[in-house]
């Protein structure tokens, strides 16, 4: 009977153990919650700048990835240098730069007399 209860014992205590080591939130994301707050400004805001220095914003297109996401921005750009194309999409997370090529893969070059 003694075996059978300190069985019982140490089971009880490696779950409290267990319970108390998960740290249960509740199902609350603390992080995403985080993100969306620091996004709450730029979010609708289309005449706002990417964090891309030295290029110039030629257009911006707001893109509606579907139902359940947020909206995406595409940031169509170029080089006054060199006068050649970039795209930029932020998102909530960041974003990406990517530079624009023809269909023959020479990189896409800004015409500004159009």
Not at 21 to 43: A, F, K, M, Q, R
Not at 89 to 112: C, K, Q, S
Request: aromatic share 8%.
């Amino acid at each position: 009977m003694k075996k059978r209860r300190k069985l019982l014992v140490m089971i009880i205590t490696l779950v409290l153990i267990c319970v108390s080591l998960t740290g249960c939130s509740g199902g609350v994301d603390h992080e995403s919650s985080d993100i969306n707050e620091e996004n709450e400004g730029n979010v609708g805001n289309e005449e706002k700048e990417p964090i891309v220095k030295g290029l110039v914003v030629i257009d911006v297109v707001k893109i509606d990835p579907g139902a359940g996401y947020r909206d995406l921005y595409q940031f169509i750009m170029y080089d006054p240098e060199t006068y050649e194309m970039f795209s930029y999409v932020e998102w909530a997370d960041g974003g990406g730069i990517i530079a624009m090529h023809n269909p023959d893969g020479t990189p896409r070059l800004y015409d500004p007399s159009k």
